[in-house]
């Protein structure tokens, strides 16, 4: 279990040393209070991960203390301690909702093994609570509700209704993945869902992987090895990067999907498989037919339906749904409260180009939620690319001139390299070395041009 952040609160010094000294032997953080209204005032400061209070102390009492918390709507689990003798009143803690409840004078292990399983059924909690919202959407996995994203929960379901092999196109962290698995789920196929990425596989494993081995097929084969075809018969196997398999397996590939049986390496005889095949690739498609890196008879087998997963830059609407989304995520994971967002990251992130997609954002969000102390993710939590970007959408867009403008060559041909130069200065924040990169000029041209129009930077 991970470090957590542990409040001891007792009037009585000895104890809460007592107490410290065996929680951070078990790894944890310890704060201490020496009576409900010091721990109220800590709770509310910092996220505490689980009380251990006493009941009977001067000033506000663990009862006391236990009711605020919960008046507060604070879900923070609390172990009372009591004095033999004065169990009605542990009893009355537990109906306000401790989660459990010691009796001195205790062995150490005692408090340790109630902190433990306190602990883990609150990771439970927290886990559950998660994932009956997940479930509660309606899509699984997927958050987004922008149109591009409707469009494509109805591809799915669509190809998920037939037999079809379907092939998914898109950038890298858009959520291929999550379509295939998607597309598995809601097919009903009874088998297995079995993913294998092409490309990170070398070589000379692959053939293994795909389509298993016999014991002594080739050195190193000690044992008989199921292929991932075989663990995916009546279920989907989902090939991930194909454009990546190597050509003679793109052949076996081929002879599988025909024949409708595979042969473990170094077998005699083969075994019937159903297969499914759902294919991605974030390269373009027509490119790598055309290059030779996906063989065109394969290609057909596997294009049968097309579906292309919206970058996150074509789909701004979801941005703020997917940011909280991941913020909770993480928030949770951790144990910490979930913080908000500042209206002004909101923007940025709304901004931004994302070439990663959604899984840089799921990436920035969970280190925002590291680096957050408070309760509120600012400009300060997020990377310099994202508080820095240029503003792109903002640039002037740069088009050739209308009928109705002047023809005047030279008037127009300095208006479309003013509108140039202005466009590379937003693309690039200012940075004039990064600026004359990208319209092919040297910094000193720039400079000259820059006076020349007195462009503004
Ligand atoms: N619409 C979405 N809602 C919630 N999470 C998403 C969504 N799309 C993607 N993700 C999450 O983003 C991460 C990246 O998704 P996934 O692995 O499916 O991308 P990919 O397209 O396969 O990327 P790559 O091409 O790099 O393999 C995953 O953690 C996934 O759960
Ligand atoms: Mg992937």
């Known amino acids: 279990m991970s470090a957590k952040r542990i409040l001891i609160v007792d009037n009585e010094a000895k104890m809460r040393r007592i107490l410290e000294l065996s929680l951070k032997a078990m790894g944890h953080i310890v704060s201490e209070a020496a009576d409900g209204a010091a721990a109220l005032s800590i709770v509310e400061k910092q996220a505490v991960d689980l009380v251990l209070t006493d009941l009977r102390m001067p000033g506000m009492d663990g009862i006391a203390l236990l009711a605020v918390l919960r008046e507060r709507g604070m879900d923070v689990p609390v172990i009372v301690m009591t004095a033999y003798g004065t169990i ?31 602990l883990a059924m609150q990771a439970v909690q927290r886990e559950n609570s998660f994932l009956r919202e997940e479930v509660s959407r309606g899509w699984g996995a ?23 092999n379907a092939f998914i196109v898109g950038d890298t962290g858009t959520g291929k993945e999550l379509v295939a698995r998607a597309i598995h789920e809601a097919s009903g196929r009874t088998g297995l869902f079995v993913p294998i990425n092409c490309a990170a596989i070398p070589a000379e494993l692959l053939e293994s992987e795909l389509f298993g081995h016999v014991k002594g097929a080739f050195t190193g084969a000690v044992r008989d090895r199921v292929g991932k075809c075989e663990l995916a018969s009546t279920g989907t196997i989902f090939l991930d990067e194909i454009t990546e398999m190597p050509a003679n397996l793109q052949v076996k590939l081929l002879r599988v999907l025909q024949e409708g049986c595979i042969e473990r390496l170094g077998a ?22 055309e ?16 579906i292309d997963v919206p970058g996150l830059r074509d789909r701004r609407g979801d941005i703020a749904l997917l940011a909280n989304h991941f913020l909770r995520k993480h928030a949770l994971e951790l144990g910490r409260a979930v913080p908000s967002l500042d209206s002004h990251v909101l923007q940025r992130l709304e901004a931004y180009e994302w070439p990663g997609n959604v899984r840089e954002l799921e990436n920035i969000m969970e280190r ?90």
């Open 291 to 306: 290059s030779g890196a996906l063989r065109r008879d394969l290609y057909f087998r596997l294009n049968v339906v097309r």
């Open 142 to 164: 997927f958050v987004g509700t922008s149109a591009a994203m409707q469009s494509l929960y109805e591809l799915i379901r669509q190809v998920a209704s037939t037999r079809s």
């Open 88 to 118: 009605e009143t542990a009893v009355e803690a537990m109906k306000l909702g401790a989660v459990d409840y010691i009796i001195r004078p205790f062995e150490m292990e005692t408090v340790e093994m109630a902190v433990t399983r306190a």
């Open 368 to 457: 925002a939620v590291v680096l957050c102390r408070g309760e509120e993710i600012t400009l300060a939590h997020l990377p310099v690319e994202l508080v820095h970007q240029p503003p792109s959408r903002s640039a002037p867009p740069v088009t050739l001139v209308d009928n109705e403008g002047s023809l005047n060559l030279k008037a127009q041909v300095e208006e479309l390299e003013c509108r140039l130069i202005k466009s590379a200065l937003a693309r690039s924040a200012n940075n004039k070395a990064a600026a004359a990169r990208l319209l092919g000029i040297s910094e000193r041209t720039l400079w000259y041009k820059l006076k020349t129009y007195k462009v503004e930077s």
């Open 268 to 289: 005699n005889g083969t075994v019937p498989v159903d297969l499914r095949v759902v294919s991605a690739t974030n390269r373009d498609l027509q490119q790598a037919v």
